[in-house]
């Protein structure tokens, strides 16, 4: 597994298509590269249904048609426009702002996030704790549903994936 902090480069191999068989810390995006490689620019100005991956780590559902007209090269929605790190997502993560388009354009619109691996741990052992019923996990599962400008969807202790949507980023 790659350190949380280490961003995957671009390998056309694994970006291109989610089907083949994408390493841990591998992007990916439905449709691939190579199908909106071929859209034209007001097939780009609205992608209805993108999604983008990254393996292990978790997926961004984009709930509203989006423009990637904006794009220099298609593949900077991996890891560049779209970050997933550990227990996160960042659209737009190097923007101080100023690039970030408004609510509602670009990649700036509704979405369902779901995250992995956002287990609580314990204190002493650094262990993910899986059980519901702990009070770590109790007071775990209220925090993720009153996190700010999210609205909570679900927490599967089992694979401590987190799904939740946000408006806008």
């Not at 089907?19 to 859209?39: A, F, N, R, W």
């Not at 007071?139 to 946000?166: C, P, Q, Y």
Request: hydrophobic share 35%; glycine share 6%.
């Amino acid at each position: 597994m790659l350190p949380s902090n280490e961003r995957v480069p671009p390998d056309s191999q694994t970006l291109d298509e989610c089907l083949t068989t994408p390493q841990e810390g591998d992007y990916c995006v439905e449709p691939s590269i190579s199908s909106l490689s071929k859209l034209g620019y007001e097939e780009l100005a609205k992608v209805a249904g993108l999604v983008v991956k990254r393996i292990g780590f978790g997926e961004i559902r984009f709930l509203e048609p989006v423009d990637l007209t904006t794009l220099t090269k298609l593949s900077d929605l991996l890891g560049e426009q779209v970050r997933f790190d550990e227990m996160e997502c960042s659209v737009y993560p190097d923007s101080d702002g100023v690039d970030k388009p408004p609510a509602g354009n670009g990649l700036n619109v509704r979405a369902r996030i779901t995250l992995l691996r956002c287990w609580p741990l314990d204190k002493a052992t650094r262990q993910p704790i899986k059980d519901h019923k702990h009070p770590s996990a109790v007071k775990h599962l209220k925090r993720l549903k009153s996190m700010k400008d999210t609205a909570f969807e679900n927490f599967d202790f089992d694979e401590g994936k987190w799904t939740f949507i946000v408006e806008h980023f």
